[in-house]
């Protein structure tokens, strides 16, 4: 049985799309296999003549004009409020239900992830139960993000447990057991990243648990940022909070951050979905140039190499 939540996202997702007020981009899905992560390229050719952004779109209006999508936002894209956001659709998605969660007063989206920000992510994945979601925070000018408006997105991902998402199967896969609260990072990816498993006894929401929950979670966040600003740090003492670029991806049973040092690979913008490993092209020239590459490789170049940093020993 779907929620109330469930419902409501059904509904005027229908809604909005049959009224065209918002743009589904159909895609192809292609599989690149390296390090025994299957990722997935999405190709939209129909994007090739879009500007370039998160997901490869801008609404071009909206870029000329400035203005802000989610003050005021489209009421046609409305879900819900929670607390202190709206939980609107995206107004251009490749994946149907893609939500965004925006703050309902202007915050900037340099600043950290909050208590109250993960909550509201906690909320809307808990209340997505008929499909695993992904929630991502594209934070900085290199993270592949669009809008300086604080907000965080969560998109439904298939129900075939071998992508959800690709980024899965190592965090899983043949590495030695990892409590919750342990920072660690997966040894076959090239870039730095820190992850902490979810500790699910501390995330049961029972009455009156919000607050607990969102410390904690705000304790785990807080833990990956300090671990990764202590590892940058060691390679140059210039790099500080505001002016580092990040993606948080997180699933209900894992968080993860990962510092960027580049926004795009040739003219393709990566976001968080590229380090949960999701990638969007333009065109069938765009993933060939991503087989070629290496779709590591490309993650790797946007990122911090491990071989130029030096990792705290013991995570
Ligand atoms: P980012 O590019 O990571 O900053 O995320 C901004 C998201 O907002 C993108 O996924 C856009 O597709 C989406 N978006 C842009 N304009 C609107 C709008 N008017 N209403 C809802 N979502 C929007």
Redesign the pocket.
């Known amino acids: 049985m779907q929620t109330v939540l469930e419902d409501r996202i059904a509904e005027r997702w229908d809604r909005a799309f049959q009224r065209g007020e918002l743009l589904y981009i159909e895609t192809e899905v292609a599989h690149i296999k390296e390090k025994e992560i299957e990722f997935q390229i999405r190709v939209a050719p129909s994007l090739a003549k879009k500007p370039t952004?998160?997901?490869g779109?801008k609404?071009e209006e909206?870029q000329k004009s400035k203005a802000n999508?989610?003050l005021p936002?489209?009421q046609e894209?409305f879900v819900q409020e929670h607390g202190k956001y709206n939980v609107?659709?995206?107004?251009?998605?490749v994946v149907p239900h893609?939500l965004?969660i925006a703050t309902k007063e202007f915050e900037k989206?340099t600043d950290p992830l909050n208590p109250e920000d993960l909550e509201c992510i906690w909320f809307c994945i808990m209340q997505i139960k008929s499909r695993p979601v992904l929630a991502f925070f594209?934070c900085g000018e290199l993270s592949?993000?669009?809008?300086p408006h604080k907000?965080m997105?969560i998109i439904p991902l298939p129900s075939d447990v071998r992508f959800t998402p690709p980024i899965n199967s190592c965090i899983y896969g043949s590495q030695e057991f990892k409590k919750p609260g342990e920072i660690f990072d997966i040894p076959e990816l090239p870039y730095v990243h820190y992850i902490s498993l979810l500790d699910p006894q501390r995330l049961s929401l029972g009455h009156g648990r919000h607050e607990e929950v969102s410390h904690y979670l705000n304790d785990v966040f807080h833990s990956l940022l300090d671990a990764m600003i202590e590892s940058l740090h060691k390679q140059s003492s210039l790099i500080s909070l505001n002016s580092l670029s990040y993606n948080v991806v997180m699933t209900s049973t894992w968080l993860m951050i990962v510092p960027r040092s580049k926004e795009k690979y040739e003219n393709m913008s990566v976001?968080s979905l590229g380090y949960a490993g999701m990638l969007l092209t333009r065109s069938k020239e765009e993933l060939e140039l991503v087989k070629d590459a290496g779709v590591l490789n490309i993650l790797e170049s946007l990122a911090f190499s491990k071989q130029n940093v030096i990792m705290d020993e013991s995570n």
């Open positions: 952004g998160n997901l779109v609404d909206q999508p989610f936002y489209s894209l609107l659709l995206n107004k251009f998605c893609h965004v989206q594209n592949g993000g669009s809008q907000h997105q976001n």
